[in-house]
């Protein structure tokens, strides 16, 4: 059993990691903070976690006392508290931005802000990276967008045979988090489909820093905001290498191969799609498609929750590999469909 | 062909003002005025109108020069401005709350602040008032629950025939306006339904002063938020007073007879029943039902697009009338279904 | 640890029971039958549910082997098999209205079939018949906007209070079933809000039997579908009886000592009103609202998720009480919002 | 003023064609078929259009006498009957794929049935084809998702810049027709994305032939369905030919000059980017975005309701070409935002 924190926990990030927890046999909340609902009941803040006695405080890193800690903070707020975490002998898991790049420069370019912390993160997708996981005590859990798109291509960069990927990603609203704005009020965007940040999304490098780790392929990334609550479908239009001579098969063949025994992906064959609802609420990345077109273009598709395997269900499962538990601890149920 | 001035322009009620009266042969707009967007072109804000010279001005209501000006300002704003527009000599159509009401006190009650201006408008319903509306030189266009209940009560309580009317009514978030709030957060409403001010909504009292006018008839209102982007489907569940032993028939034949020769009131009968999608973008109200079941309960329902009948088609239907147009001109367009 | 048979497993109820019934630590399927996909594995039906080895069985009742019986079967078809499966010595929960009604009479009237099974099952609502549940061979699992209309009104009609209680329910598109209809495609109902059956569901006579069972309390119901996957919300527009002068404060104390230690009953206070993404893929029933206006009308709300506590929730509930189970187990996980 | 006859009116595209042409100034709608509806009036099937005389008649093609005939029919139904129609002396607007390819080799291919018909339509996009339109007597109206694709392409294909282009489209339901589908029961598809036919839409080929005809540039296209009413988004994920150095302004200014003077093509510039609810119920098309990003991709969006731009409000606009109106003859009305 392990004692958890949650800090910035009145987000959905936040709602979805006591939804996860609490039902996991291993851990037990033990705090939870936010400044802005200090002293308020968590079922004030999100009404479907009732019956448990979690208040919100208000407390400095340097008080808190558990095994793990989770920030559920901003980017750039991340970064100012999880040194004084680490230094409570504490493992976190970040859910921002913040540690994920191994090059600060890029970092820097894209959230425009300095960063101002010496520590690494290891990147939390645990389909390439568990032997890391296992051993850091600051996990940079991955972006939403990130992981769903990285999960569609990973099998054929590192297999080299990928030269271009172009990613255009729908994404449910809860992706733009719990404050709202224009572009999440309902009538904007009910009955709508709206593309955003066409050429200049700032998980694009993201996904370029992990797909680009294995082989030169060219990262393209477009999202789109559909009237949908949970969940992001990738459409990897995918380009091969002059000369790979391969067949939707073998690419079936190789997504089998590289995701063998990983709890949490799905393959699809026989003509099933990958689709949001099967994957509603679950920590499972659902995966298919493998057709190639007359013109040789290869689509691969991914649907993912973005708040669970796209968030708060990964953190969960890094922090499963980062205590030695099972991996599918507290994350073992079925998406919900409808 | 009246010139026209739209005050307060930026929100749902302004963008379909203009959608409506550029397509209409008497009319032309002269002036659309905003604070906040002052000096942007109309289709920044209105992204659906393209074509048109209209910007946003930020006019003094003394510097509009306009037959018909209409305020599409919140509740407390309109107040101050209408008395220096009537000065102009403009005909004055309000959209807001401020001069709906006969008693100011119950304004003061229901809105919380005080009221400010002596002058008196002419409740907007012309089913109800067509005669007075020909006559006035300030409009008070109804609220949009309001217009959805009381076109489902008005020829029971004018027969004196009903003891309590509940209203039941089920709203699409573009009631709710243009400024985004956690209750039109998409993910917050989308999948769900959100009842709100279940006992206080502040269009209860209107519905009330309308529908008493003409017998004792108890009124009840509830509101609730569907995932709907247009429309109020109001179900009012109505008792009779005692001894009124009527039919279903008899019931349908008093609505026909009541609403006979009214252009924009469609009465459902042969079992349909209204629903949204018939009314959506005209400004047209079903009315339908008329079913009695076996404790007596009489139960008529009514469908209405909140910003077509319930606020600018209806505001522009007055103008017709209160310049002695054909009373559809500019609104002899058809609902979209699907 | 029991075995697990469900016949017509194809639905969403079907769906919903596998989806629930793999976590449950003291349950096991061991079959689930379909006569349309017989031969097929589950997730090519149920696109969620992946990694066992169930495949649609179609097998005839006798040569069912299993401790429980859910029967996910239409009307009509489950009592044609359910004395063949209480032959096999099974305990059955079956969730069609076949054997809901104590008067074979108000069936055959409102089913429009007659009811050819002389077994009686016991109504399989936790909250007012769980001595009942516990001795039972053959439950009746009750209707979906039985369940929350019910739950909304019970304290109150066991209390002697209400005079009158009209059901205004907004229900989600997936109680319709799995079948696609005109009124379940999605640009019929999307966007929409659709009444139906307005004075005559067959749920009414089920929640007349249970409410009535306590007072003479009226009863009327009326459905809307709305553009919502899942969920009941009801909002139960109730008056009291003659001489009732009891505050709001006094109904919700009603109201907590009635569902005092109820397992999935949330009683919600403080201004907080029960909404469909609180309950959403769980179990739990909120109650909530209380407040009562000056005509008299006190309104209570109630939000469940159809299939779950409408339905297959409610049905794993009652299996943990026949079979002397926690009653939470296998249901004690929290709504899913947003 | 002319006379219309809509063969098949009873799917979405009748509807609409009967919404546009009951305000058209040129146009009597004498007869509307139906076989299934014979004997019913419209609304009863078009729950919107109320007030009219119209009621579906079963005629045959002989039988009709009109000036113009639209054949809403389904593909291989619209050859049986269009020659007969033309005998009459009508001219023929055909929505159907029937008429739409120059070569019958690709229909009988991706239609998998034999073509039957001599007559050669004209294909009718009037941005590429308007002098053709003007003298057919068999206007072959384009599919929907060819209609969002071509329009977003053709500029560049026209200059020869373009090398490939991948379009990623996103739909609404209604473009899947009245008649309830797995796909299209709302439980299905509601928060939810579903890609289909993802490298074998038959629309596919219609895109080829038209982009086509002007450079050898490679088209994709996959159609992914999302839970809108109506409209298609397209995001074409273009490609240059080699050495085309050329800016986002360069494309911009190709884009302007090759669709000036357009009456329904809006170019969206300064950081606009196209979006259904913008053209929702309008035949305007948006065409949006010019951005490169770093890997040398272009992309261009575009945005149009797939019943009226896509379908019926093209056909009107093809009339009205076909007939020497004004262009924008009953179709100069704005989309319907929100």
């Known amino acids: 059993m392990v004692s958890i924190a949650i800090v910035g926990g009145s987000g959905y990030t936040g709602g979805e990691l006591i ?30 976690i009732r019956g448990t006695d979690l208040v919100f405080r208000n407390k400095k890193p340097s008080e808190l006392d558990a095994d793990i800690i989770f920030t559920a903070t901003p980017h750039g707020a991340s970064m100012k508290i999880v040194p004084d975490l680490i230094e409570t002998g504490a493992k976190v898991i970040d859910l921002s931005g913040d540690y994920r790049f191994n090059d600060i420069d890029v970092y820097e370019k894209w959230y425009g802000i300095e960063h101002t912390s010496d520590l690494k993160g290891v990147f939390g997708l ?155 609420g679950s920590n499972y990345a659902q995966i298919g498609c493998f057709e190639i077109d007359e013109t040789g273009r290869l689509v691969i598709i991914s649907a993912i929750d973005n708040l669970v395997k796209g968030a708060s269900g990964q953190a969960v499962h890094n922090m499963n590999i980062m205590c030695g538990f099972d991996e599918k601890t507290g994350l073992d149920f079925f998406g919900m469909h409808p």
Chains 1, 2, 3, 4 share one sequence.
């Open 126 to 280: 645990p389909e390439i990276h568990r032997e890391e996981i296992k051993k850091t005590t600051l996990l940079a859990n991955p972006g939403c967008f990130v992981t769903g798109a990285i999960l569609s291509g990973y099998p054929l960069s590192k297999a080299k045979l990928a030269e271009r990927m172009i990613f255009d990603s729908k994404t449910g609203v809860s992706g733009a988090g719990v404050n709202p704005t224009t572009s999440t009020h309902y009538p904007n965007i009910g009955d709508n489909v709206n593309p955003y940040k066409v050429t200049s999304h700032r998980h694009m490098p993201e996904i370029q820093q992990e797909l680009g780790a294995f082989s030169d392929v060219k990262i393209s990334f477009t999202p789109h905001l559909v009237p949908v609550i949970r969940g992001i479908l990738t459409t990897n239009h995918c380009f091969l290498v002059d000369g790979a001579d391969i067949t939707s098969e073998e690419v079936l063949d190789i997504y089998k191969e590289t995701y063998k025994g990983e709890p949490f992906i799905q393959i699809l064959e026989d003509g099933e799609i990958p689709r949001l609802s099967s994957v509603r």
């Open 19 to 48: 939804r996860i927890l609490s039902a996991h046999p291993e851990a037990e909340i033990v705090d939870i903070t936010s400044r802005q609902f200090e002293g308020t009941p968590v079922h004030k803040v999100h009404p479907h």
